[in-house]
Each structure stands twice: as C-alpha cells, then as structure tokens.
C-alpha cells in the first residue's frame, strides 16, 4: 500500500486532548487482525459522531519507518508521557468495518456499551472505517434542534397531560438525548412505544438492565406499564400527524415487548380501529410464536429480530434465553413470512466475529431458508475484546474476509434482500 494513502494514526493524552502522529499510520482490528487504515479503507467522519478516549488501553499503530505495527507504551514523540486510544462512536446508518486498534493493560476494565470504531487524520479532518447502509436523515442530529424538541414536549404534555407514557418519552428525549423519542416531539419518521418492564433474555449488552456485571446500563428501563389507551393515544397522535410514520414497540428502555402483549394487543386494536394509515411495527427477539401470531391478527404490520449470529450458540452466549429456545425465534421468523409480515433481522455487527468465514456461511444459509425481507445492520455495543473471546468460547471462529466484501457477496448472492438501519414504513415494503 503507497504511504501517501495511509491516514495519519491519532491518539489521546492524560487531559482528553485527542493529536496525530506523525510517521505513525492508523490502525483497525477485527479480532486478531490489524490492518493499516487508508483512505480506501475510511471516509470522512459523518456528522453526528463521537469520539472516545480508551482508558488503561494502549494504542496499536503502523510505524511507517520500520514497516511494521507497534504498541505504544508512550507518547514517542514526548516520553514518559501516557497516550491513549481513541475510537469513534459513528452516526446512525454506518456499520464499522474495523475496531479502534489497541492492547488491553492489565488493569483494564470493562468498556462501556457503546461500538469503537477506528479512526484516524487525513488531510485536516478525521475518518473512519465505516460503510454507510442507510442515508436516511432520521436520526441525524442537524435536524433536531433542541429548542423544537422541549417546544413539542411542552404540546404533548398540554395535550396529554396524564399519559405517563408520554412523560416516559420526554424523559428518554431531554435526558438521554434518544433520537427515536426526539423525532416523536418533532413529529418526524418512527416514534417509540415502550411498553414492557421485563425481559425473557439477559443479554450481556442490554442497555436498560445490568445486574452485578460490572457495566453500566447506558439508561434506566421503564417502570410500569402503559395501557391500552396510552399507547394508542400516543401512536395515533404520530400517525395522523406524520405521513408515512412508523411506530414501533421494542425500544432500548424496555424489555422485549413480547412480554407486554396484554396491553399491546388492545392498543394494536384501538389504533386500526381509528385508522388503517401508519406502520406498526415491534422490535423484538421473537421468542413467543404463538403470541406473535396474536398480534399479527390485530394489526401488527412488521417485525424486526434481533441477532447477533443465526449459530445457535453464538446466539445463547449474546442473548442468554431465559424460557425460550432458539428454535423458537426461528419459528416466529417463518409464521411472520407465511403470513407476509415485513420481517427485519436487527443484525448486530461486529468486525471480526460478523465476517468470519464460519458466520457467513451459516448465514448465507439461513437466508436461503428463511427469506427474510431486510437487513438493519447494526454495530454491536459491547467491548470488542471480550465479546470476541466470548463468542470464540462458544463456536468456532477463523479468519474474517472483511465487512464491506460480506456486504458485496450478500447483495450477489441474495438481490432481493434489502440493506439499510431503520424500520422502513409499509410504502417501502
């Protein structure tokens, strides 16, 4: 690879200040693999992205003048001082092709639920290794102003002053900053519906509930449970406000809604009891068929399934199923295609485990049985060291071939499935 091709690496100090290298190329890893990032392997950070600083982690470059990667135990440049990795959190609709490039410390701990993309400095500004599967602006910070946001949760709450529901999304929009509940106070694309309290599955990246693992849930899950008449009250508001909305069970703030269908198969019939318009959609592991079918009959218009493999026991080492099997979310997936229900597979991603050879196959195969109608890929949130030795524990994994060339061989392979990272509404079905 020409060196003029090579991004520049960029590393953090003590005090947060991130700086590049200069004779020192960036790196990515996928699993065991560390690849010098370039300008053909990186694009011009999106907007909306953020950077993260890697305590007790050292950063792994390319030394241009020795041809080779190192582990930099100091700032080269200025001895004895510390320097750190530096990884970017990327906007919505990229998928990471590569993981921020470091080597634990022994005191290492557990990195927070966020992905670590790999970045580097080109030409004065930075890049990152991601492929962009969705360029749709539904989530794109630009357009969502803050003062539009706190203007529309102040005419919610006059128009629904005792929905709790409604206090919950204003909660996860101005604390937590969540996209999916901004865009219900903007009356834009998808709004959220959570509704459940608990959960079937403990999975070890669950951003709502961590019990005695050492990480930090990234929110608080809801408390209670809304009623019928919350839910619809909140959906129909959205829909006749928003052409071509979407609204959607199965939030980051909930369990899976699978476990609330008491309340969401009457709310499902209240909205299509009003109207026909707007896509309904839940976000769920799909763990109870028989309960899915319920609400198939009630109106629901898609499903979206989360995986982080189509193996069985790669599967069980993320989801953890508490009550459910595996073949169980395999069902659910062919009851929702007999009936001609959208169905989404929530694909977590991560470089390294994703593109396997061994993952792709078994993939490739599913797809074949299973005809899913979309894929939302999706970067995994959950420190990337230990989910690869997790998920090695658990299956075989060999040699990745790389994202952006899986993505390249899915598309051949499959014409019809579709690509991209949000829930689409039913006029793109």
Known sequence: MAKDNLITAVVAGKDGKIFELEGY???????????????????????GGEFMLLPDRRPVVFNMKTNELETLKENPYAPGEPVFPVAAFNSPGYVISHVSAYRERQTAKHLPLFSYGAVGWHKGGFRTAVILVDSEKR??????PLEKVIAGVRAMKKKMPQNRLCGHIE??????????AKNFFLGRYEAPLPTSKSCNAACIGCISL???????????????????????EIALEHIRKVKRSVVSFG????GDPLLAAHVIEPAIKLIRLKTGSGTINMNTNGSMPEIMERLFDAGLDSIRISMNSVRK???????RPKGYVFSDVIKS??????????VSINYLNCPGFTDSSEEQAALFS?????????????????????YWKIMSGAASISEATGIKKMLSIIRNKFPDLKHGYFNPPKEKF
């Open 139 to 144: 989530q794109d910070l630009r357009l969502m």
């Open 171 to 180: 909660n996860c929009a101005l604390k937590y900053g969540c996209p999916a």
């Open 25 to 47: 190329a960036a790196a990515g890893m996928a699993a065991d693999n560390f690849t010098s990032l370039s300008t053909g392997n990186t694009i011009d950070m999106p907007h």
């Open 366 to 386: 599913f797809l074949k049985k299973h005809p899913v109608n979309f894929i939302q890929w999706r970067n995994l949130n959950f420190d990337p060291l230990r």
């Open 251 to 254: 939030q980051g703030c909930e």
């Open 210 to 232: 961590q019990k005695e693992t050492g990480i930090k849930n990234s929110q608080e899950r809801i408390s209670f449970t809304p009623s019928p008449e919350e839910i619809s």
């Open 333 to 342: 997936i062919d009851r929702a295609l007999e009936r001609k229900i959208f």
């Open 313 to 319: 026991e790669c599967y069980d080492a993320y989801f």
